[in-house]
């Protein structure tokens, strides 16, 4: 067989661990060719298609690393316009790759989901520090990512408390709130607002001035996606033919403008940005991550194309690509999570 390997979509902590899996197990069972495939689906749009065969000794040493020796991309859309889908296709023909292994977000799989009509068949392995993909109950990268916020939210902290400050740290995770939120209870916030619950600025201005009176300092952990109730959603750009086409950001300034003529302490904003992508994968993302790899190859060595590597029920399994195409898991109203915070004090910014 030939299986062609690519990562899409933002770049995320263990997707060289996924790579080194896939090609070792698919070499080991010793009827398999592996391509890499640069930048994504980038790498099958041009009429020279940007491949390179993956050896054993290539995918070694390179579990630990982040990022991806294959690059990636996050706006490249094979289904953009007809010649680009047919030149896809030819691609496809022309190397004659009988599957891909397609490792991204929920963008990639209904790219991969898409491809299908120009004969591309694809298994997908969920990638993602958003921890957004439907039927997964968790993404390698996350682990990582809410391990690099909750040290950031804990060195804001000591500065907060010297400056008797309101810190604003606000966070990536597109429409999902899970990276806040498990990096919010793991680095002691005191008030984290999420995509899926809109923040009334009265209740965060309550909790900062009773602090005032107290501690004396507040963090608010912020997700990219949270908004106020009654505003709309905090957009940083728009981007033409990406398969995500809106890039989020910013919320945390709109956030401290709001609620600094209502507080005697100095609020500051910091946006974490791409360092919550970035790093080396931490063990757990080292585990997941090679498992997810390893189990991909057992879905093209066992014929089961079209299907993605997930973790329910803390168990490796598959779902149809289709079923997963264009939708987002988001956190849950009613999650223990939330239940668990509240009771312990943590401000929600509900009404
Ligand atoms: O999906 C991963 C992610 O890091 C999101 O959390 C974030 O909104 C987006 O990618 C940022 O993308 P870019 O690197 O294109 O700014």
New binding site residues.
């Given amino acids: 067989m030939r299986v062609g390997v690519l990562t899409g979509?933002?770049?995320?902590p263990g997707l060289n661990a996924v790579i080194r899996a896939v090609t070792k197990s698919l070499i080991n069972h010793g009827q398999c060719e592996v391509l890499g495939i640069a930048d994504g689906f980038e790498g099958l749009m041009d009429a020279s298609p940007r491949v390179r065969a993956l050896s054993w000794d290539e995918v070694s040493g390179i579990l630990h690393i982040g990022g991806t020796i294959l690059g990636t991309s996050?706006?490249a859309n094979p289904l953009r316009d007809a010649a680009t889908l047919a030149q896809v296709g030819r691609n496809v023909k022309a190397l004659a790759l009988d599957v891909v292994v397609a490792i991204g977000?929920d963008?990639t799989m209904s790219l991969a989901h898409g491809l299908t009509q120009v004969g591309l068949q694809c298994v997908g392995v969920p990638k993602?520090?958003?921890n957004?993909i439907a039927n997964c109950e968790r993404s390698f990268g996350f682990d990582t990512a809410v391990a690099t916020v909750t040290e950031s939210l804990r060195r804001i902290e000591s500065t907060a408390m010297s400056h008797h400050r309101v810190m604003i740290v606000e966070?990536?995770?597109?429409h999902a709130g899970w990276?806040a939120l498990e990096s919010g209870i793991a680095g002691a916030a005191d008030i984290i607002l999420l995509p899926e619950i809109d923040y009334d600025l009265q209740s965060i201005i309550k909790v900062c001035q009773e602090r005032e009176r107290r501690q004396r300092y507040t963090i608010i952990c912020i997700g990219?996606?949270a908004k106020e109730s009654g505003q709309s959603l905090t957009v940083?750009e728009r981007?033409a033919h990406s398969p995500?086409p809106v890039?989020?950001?910013g919320v945390g300034h709109v956030l401290r403008e709001r609620l600094q003529p209502h507080l005697q302490s100095e609020v500051r904003t910091t946006v974490l940005?791409?360092v919550?992508?970035g790093g080396d994968p931490t063990p757990f993302d080292r585990v997941l991550a090679t498992q997810f790899g390893h189990h991909a190859a057992q879905l093209v060595l066992g014929g089961q194309l079209g299907h993605m590597v997930t973790l329910q029920n803390g168990r490796i399994g598959s779902v149809a690509i289709a079923d997963v195409a264009n939708t987002q898991r988001t956190v849950p109203l009613d999650s223990p999570l939330l239940t668990m915070a509240r009771d312990i004090g943590i401000c929600f910014g509900e009404a």
Wanted: charged share 30%; proline share 0%; net charge negative.
């Fill in positions: 979509g933002g770049d995320c996050n706006s977000g963008g993602t520090i958003d957004d966070t990536m995770g597109r990276l990219e996606g940083r981007i995500d890039r989020l950001g940005g791409h919550q992508r």
